[in-house]
C-alpha cells in the first residue's frame, strides 16, 4: 500500500511536470527557440495568484482561466515583437539570438518580481490537508493541482491533434516548409505557438505556488527543470516529454520518500548528467 501511495503521488507530480514541460516544448517545436524566460512567466503567474488570492479571498484555481488569457495575450504581444524578426535571419541564428533576448527577458521579468513582490518565499494556503483512503493519505492540494494539470495538458492534446489551428501548428513544428506549401501562415502559427506556451507556463505558476513556496530567483530552477524534462524525453516529441515527465515524478517521489527531500530536487540533474554520458548519441538527438 505504501508503494501505492508513493506512486500515485510521483504521478500527481508528473502531471504537474507535464504541464511545466510542454509549454517550453511546444515552443521549440515549432520555432526552434529555447525560451530562458520560460521559469520567469511561471513565477509571475504564480506570485500574481499568490496576491490576488491573498488580497480577495477567492479561490486560487478560479484565477486559472484568467491569468492564462491574460499571458496569452502578453505572449501574442512578445512574439512580433522581439522573437519573430529573429526568425527572418535563419532558424540557426535565430536559436543562437533567441537565447540572448530571451535570458534578458527573464532578467527583466524576475527584477519586475523583486520590485512588486520582495524576495521571500511564498505559497498560497489552499487545500492543506489530506484525504484518507484504503489507510492511505493524499494531499489534497497535490490532487487537485495535478488532476488540474492533466485536464490542461489533455485539452492541449486534444487540441493539437483535432482542431484545425492545433494541426497547422504540428504541421509547423514538423516540417516548415511543408506548412507553407500546404498554404498554412507560419508567421501566425509562430504567434500562436508562443502565446500558448506562454499561457501554459502562467497556468503552471498558478498551480505550482498551491503546492510549493516560490520567489523570483526560483524563476531559473523551473527553466531548467522543464529543460531537463524535455532532453530525457526529446525536444520537439509531446507524447515522450509527457512520458519523461510522469517518470520523473515518480521518481523523485520514491527518491524523497526513501532517501530525503534535498536528494529529491537533485535528481532530476543527476538524470540529465547520466544520460549526457550514457547515450551522448540520444541526447545530441533531443
Given amino acids: 500500500m505504501l508503494a501505492l501511495q508513493i506512486l500515485v503521488n510521483g504521478l500527481l507530480l508528473g502531471g504537474l511536470y507535464v504541464l511545466i514541460a510542454q509549454s517550453l516544448n511546444l515552443i521549440f ?7 530562458l524566460a520560460h521559469g520567469a512567466f511561471i513565477v509571475v503567474a504564480g506570485l500574481f495568484t499568490y496576491w490576488f488570492a491573498s488580497s480577495t479571498g477567492i479561490n486560487p ?3 486559472l482561466p484568467f491569468v492564462f488569457i491574460v499571458m496569452a495575450l ?15 535571419m535563419g532558424r540557426s541564428k535565430a536559436e ?10 527573464d532578467y527583466v521579468l524576475v527584477e519586475l518580481a523583486l520590485q512588486v513582490w520582495g524576495s521571500s518565499f511564498v505559497s498560497v494556503p489552499y ?3 489530506s484525504w484518507k483512503l484504503a489507510g492511505l493519505d493524499f494531499s489534497q492540494a497535490l490532487v487537485v493541482t495535478g488532476m488540474f494539470a492533466a485536464l490542461v495538458s489533455a485539452l492541449l492534446y486534444w487540441w493539437l491533434n483535432r482542431t484545425d489551428s492545433g494541426k497547422s501548428l504540428l504541421a509547423a513544428s514538423q516540417s516548415e516548409t511543408g506548412a507553407i506549401c500546404c498554404g498554412i501562415d507560419v508567421k501566425r502559427v509562430r504567434m500562436l505557438a508562443f502565446a500558448l506556451g506562454v499561457a501554459l507556463a502562467a497556468a503552471a505558476g498558478v498551480l505550482v505556488i498551491i503546492v510549493e513556496a516560490l520567489a523570483p530567483q526560483t524563476a531559473d530552477d523551473l527553466t531548467l527543470l522543464a529543460f531537463v524534462i524535455i532532453a530525457l524525453g526529446g525536444l520537439g516529441s509531446y507524447v515522450g516529454v509527457a512520458v519523461a515527465a510522469l517518470l520523473l515524478g515518480v521518481a523523485q517521489s520514491i527518491t524523497g520518500y526513501f ?7 537533485v535528481l532530476p540533474y543527476v538524470l540529465l548528467i547520466l544520460v549526457m554520458v550514457a547515450l551522448p548519441g540520444r541526447f545530441r538527438r533531443a
Avoid: D, H
Fill in 61 to 63: 484555481l478560479a484565477v
Fill in 29 to 35: 517545436g515549432v520555432m526552434g527557440v529555447v525560451n
Fill in 74 to 88: 502578453v505572449g501574442a504581444g512578445l512574439q512580433p515583437l522581439l522573437i519573430e524578426p529573429l526568425m527572418k
Fill in 127 to 129: 487545500l492543506q490537508s
Fill in 96 to 105: 543562437l539570438l533567441s537565447l540572448m533576448v530571451t535570458f534578458g527577458l
Fill in 259 to 265: 532517501v530525503g527531500g534535498n536528494a529529491e530536487y
